[in-house]
């Protein structure tokens, strides 16, 4: 059974139809590569997983039950974590804190809670560690370059053991070394038996790390093949348009 | 006051000493600081303890206020309607006190027949609460522009309060009430007392509560909040709640000091309010400040009309003053902010 599986997911904006009905399954250590112009409804499609929007038809089941996400907290609490494309950061909270919000951790005191900075300081400089980034824990993500602000997003994903990983455009705006941490955790996760869904305009990362690819063109899918029954010219060719579909 | 070290968390780090963001950062105790030492040289009578005293119990009622108005602002959001609901608040608070007779007018009538003083206080406590609750409502429901819901409040609450009192005052409380107003424990006023005490609070929350890391997050990045789980809607209401609950605690003072309220209580009050939160280095574009410099705000106001006063400087060039003042900590906050963006 996959973990994921959409059908007919539509969503339009007043007028525009972002989304037009797209199916689309994703399995367990499956890594899927998203691709598609700008514009196409890639970021639309991830948010509707993660909650953060709603489809205005269509249906999602998780593991074979259908759900219907109101909040993104309700699909973060079902396994379902999504680093958005602007990172959804407060840039006057340090790292930590950025990390921990809406999932902060406290301490008792009678019948008071209390924030605990240093448990959370501790587990965020953890995090940055395991992801290999320079990002310290106290910093505010003000202050910090992109690369850095990119590690506290991922790092997010990390606090809970999530089913599903959800990366909207992760390596646009980092350098090439931090690249290859990121794609070193998408493998990573997957030889854990989580899924990925990876939307990337970099053709290599999706090459090497996708075990499937998915194209959308204007709201539709258009392509959805194994990795090795394609190339990077087909690929090219489906999301402008030059191949109608595959 | 700092606004680097009133960020959330921030960092103490070396880095090359500069010499003009320290300045900027704690512009407003370095301000205070000096005012306090030209007034000490100029008036003798400005340090003495009864003056000093005299100005910290001045400045805890609108102190009181700018502690909630801190909450507010520092969500990006304002109130313009706290010296109207000051008002409306007092009244019912002291038509409580005075046992709710038809000679509630008299001076003195019926202190016996009044009601306990902690029925009088929540009753005010509990107007100024639902003021604010009325006012969050439109601002995240019916996404009316902060601005423009508390200018209407600012009204509504100033008509209500005349209507109420039918435009006299409600004066003559019993002891008991007046001692909140009046008296002392161990030389400092009550309302002194509670002034400190109330911002204490207000700064373990809004530093070490859930809560208050909410309140900044919204200030800073609302849509960044609610994705991550943060209960954006309900934050933004319960710091209109809280201002309101100020203005409660508020004109409880007030009116114990005077032994009075009245419908024009509080004209005004908005502007001393604002002032000594965006003096303290709170930004309006939110996410930004603390308590802390709020306190030294209104510090820095009481300690400059008192001053003033004392050197017999005239009252309209006071206005002029504080006004230049909060047009100056604007002017700086837009500066810090271009250089936070940059
Ligand atoms: N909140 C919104 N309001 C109105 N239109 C939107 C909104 N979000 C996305 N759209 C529109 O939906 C379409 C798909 O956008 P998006 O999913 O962001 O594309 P992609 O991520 O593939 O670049 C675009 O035409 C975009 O302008
Ligand atoms: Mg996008």
């Known amino acids: 059974m996959p973990v994921l599986e959409l059908r007919g997911i539509a969503r339009h904006f007043g007028a525009i139809q972002a989304l037009g009905g797209v199916d689309l399954t994703l399995d367990r250590g499956e890594v899927l590569g998203l691709m598609g112009d700008n514009g196409a409804g890639k970021s639309t499609l991830v948010k509707i997983i993660a909650g953060s929007l709603q489809p205005s038809t269509g249906t999602m089941r998780l593991d074979g039950q259908e759900v219907r996400f109101a909040r993104p907290g309700e699909a973060r609490a079902a396994g379902i974590e999504l680093v958005h494309q602007d990172l959804a950061l407060c840039d006057n909270l340090p790292a930590a804190l950025n990390v921990f919000l809406g999932r902060e951790i406290v301490r008792r005191i009678g019948p008071f809670r209390f924030l605990d900075r240093g448990a959370m300081f501790a587990r965020a400089e953890e995090l940055f560690a395991e992801l290999k980034s320079e990002t310290r824990p106290r910093d505010l993500v003000r202050s910090m370059s992109g690369g850095q602000r990119q590690a506290v997003a991922i790092a997010r994903t990390r606090l809970a053991d999530p089913k599903i990983v959800l990366l909207d455009e992760p390596t646009a705006a980092i350098s090439v070394r931090q690249v290859e941490e990121v794609l070193g955790l998408i493998r990573q996760l997957r030889s854990t038996g989580h899924a990925v869904i990876l939307i990337s305009h970099r053709m290599p990362d999706v090459f090497s790390v996708a075990d499937r690819v998915a194209v959308l063109r204007r709201g539709q899918k258009v392509a959805d093949k194994p990795i090795a029954q394609t190339s990077a010219e087909e690929v090219t060719g489906l999301i402008t348009g030059a191949i109608e579909i595959a | 006051m700092s606004r680097q070290d009133e960020t959330i968390g921030s960092a103490a780090r070396a880095e090359p000493f500069d010499a003009v963001g320290f300045a900027a950062r704690h ?307 837009q500066y810090a902010a271009a250089r936070r963006r940059s």
Request: glycine content about 14%; charged content about 10%.
């Open chain 2, 27 to 333: 512009s407003a105790v370095i301000f205070l600081v000096a005012l306090v030492v030209v007034f000490a040289l100029l008036e003798p009578r400005f340090l003495s303890a009864f003056n000093l005293m005299n100005v910290l119990r001045q400045v805890s009622i609108s102190g009181l206020i700018a502690i909630g108005m801190t909450f507010v602002i520092l969500t990006a959001g304002i109130d313009l309607s706290v010296g109207a609901l000051v008002a409306l608040s007092g009244l019912v608070g002291a038509y409580v006190a005075k046992g709710g007779l038809e000679d509630r007018f008299a001076v003195g009538a019926s202190v016996d027949a009044g009601n306990p003083v902690i029925l009088a206080f929540l009753a005010a406590a509990a107007v100024g609460m639902a003021g604010g609750a009325l006012q969050g409502w439109a601002v995240t429901r019916l996404r009316v522009p902060p601005f423009v819901v508390t200018l209407g409040g600012l009204t509504a609450f100033r008509g209500a309060a005349l209507l109420f009192s039918g435009g006299g005052p409600i004066s003559g409380f019993s002891p008991a009430y007046t001692w909140w107003g009046q008296g002392r424990i161990a030389t400092v006023p009550i309302p002194v007392v509670i002034f400190a005490v109330t911002a204490l609070i207000a700064h373990i929350v809004l530093r070490h509560t859930r809560f208050g890391l909410h309140v900044y997050a919204v200030g800073a990045n609302p849509r960044a909040a609610e994705e991550n789980g943060v209960p954006v809607r309900r934050v933004t209401w319960l710091v209109y709640v809280i201002v309101g609950f100020a203005c409660g605690l508020a004109t409880f003072l007030l009116s114990a000091r005077l032994n009075s309220a009245e419908a024009v209580a509080g004209l005004g009050l908005e502007l001393d309010v604002i002032a000594a939160v965006v003096i303290g280095g709170t930004s309006l574009f939110g996410g930004v400040g603390g308590v802390f410099g709020t306190v030294v705000g209104a510090l820095l106001i009481g300690v400059l009309r008192n001053g003033l006063v004392l050197m017999n400087v005239s009252s309209f060039i006071q206005q002029i003053v504080i006004g230049l003042i909060l047009v100056a900590a604007v002017a700086f906050d």
